[in-house]
């Protein structure tokens, strides 16, 4: 049979079952993937940090380590949470299919082997995920040129001044030093705050801006930094139903950064809230503070408010933005099921 699926594969089948080991094995390499075979949860766990997989198709009742707790670890680790999981049962064992899909699972297959089953249900979770990995490197792509938008406004906007203070400082130099000083004064801060910029867009050009971290952790550090600067204390709620997206992830985390830093700079507001809450409809992110505000409709270009919109568009979501003088601001983003691993 010819199944639909991406060019390459690379997947990894877990049983402690050599009969069905081999079975899977022989079916799915027949259809041109490249295969691994483990009999182990925790033999499985040390090759897919050796190697990560581009799938995993995970027996369930197993000795020492069952399939769902091989589930869980894989998708507690950020560097292996995106990989799709499909488990395995057999049709005399109780299988608990809310518990499989609640630790992460994807899919299931019962044995005894159906190959077109077999093959249809892999092909189409690889299909998912090959879209996905798409997504996400489009996403990339438009975070980095709208950093190097960034980086060209606003290190731009400073190296001019920067200029005219210095022609100007230097044209009072010989006849009148004691008024030129000042402009150098302001060259310096001008050169000091540029070369801020360019560290911080370099440093956020990094494709994994989270470091390694979870996003509950990221998002922490960010609260943590924004309290030390500030005094005041976000209130944060994040409840996530199942594992997101790397790219899901990162317009998350940049998201809350942006906003943080716009009420650092701009609200003087003394309550911020933040929620994060993902489910079989999607993920929702509300971002409130009770500052300042600013007038909808007048040109915010130094609040990162068009990056917000690039980063959520890009992965299919929608964002609203409400604020009024005085009354605070309110972010929404929403990203739908299909941005979520």
Not at 308 to 323: F, K, P
Request: proline share 4%; glycine share 8%.
């Amino acid at each position: 049979m010819n199944t639909p699926q991406p060019p390459t594969a690379d997947i990894l089948i877990v049983d402690d079952t050599l009969e069905n080991l081999h079975l899977l094995s022989e079916m799915l390499t027949q259809q041109g993937y490249d295969i691994r075979i483990v009999k182990s949860g925790a033999m499985a766990l040390r090759g897919v940090q050796a190697q990560p997989p581009d799938l995993i198709l995970l027996d369930i009742m197993m000795p020492e380590m069952d399939g769902y707790e091989v589930c869980q670890r894989l998708k507690a680790n950020p560097q292996t949470q995106n990989i799709p999981v499909i488990f395995i049962s057999a049709l005399h064992e109780v299988f608990d299919k809310v518990k499989a899909f609640a630790v992460g699972g994807v899919d299931y297959i019962t044995k005894p082997f159906q190959i077109e089953e077999v093959c249809a249900r892999v092909a189409h979770q690889l299909t998912i995920r090959h879209l996905q990995m798409q997504v996400e490197e489009m996403a990339i792509v438009q975070e980095r040129n709208r950093i190097a938008r960034d980086i060209h406004d606003s290190l731009g906007h400073a190296l001019v001044a920067l200029n005219l203070h210095m022609e100007t400082a230097l044209t009072m130099w010989n006849e009148q030093p004691d008024r030129a000083y000042p402009f150098l004064v302001k060259a310096k801060q001008l050169g000091s705050e540029a070369l801020q910029a360019v560290r911080q867009s370099v440093s956020a050009m990094r494709d994994d801006p989270l470091q390694g971290q979870g996003l509950t952790e990221a998002i922490a550090h960010l609260i943590q930094e924004f309290y030390q600067t500030t005094g005041v204390q976000p209130n944060c709620q994040i409840h996530l139903s199942g594992t997101l997206s790397q790219a899901v992830n990162i317009a998350l985390y940049r998201i809350v950064q942006e906003g943080l830093t716009n009420i650092c700079k701009y609200a003087k507001a003394t309550a911020v809230e933040i929620q994060i809450e993902s489910n079989p409809a999607g993920t929702f992110l509300k971002l409130e503070d009770n500052g300042k505000g600013f007038q909808m409709g007048e040109s915010r270009s130094g609040f990162g408010l068009q990056g917000m919109q690039e980063r959520v568009t890009a992965l299919g979501g929608s964002l609203e933005i409400t604020s009024a003088r005085d009354r605070g601001c309110c972010i929404n983003a929403y990203f739908p099921v299909m941005g979520n691993g």
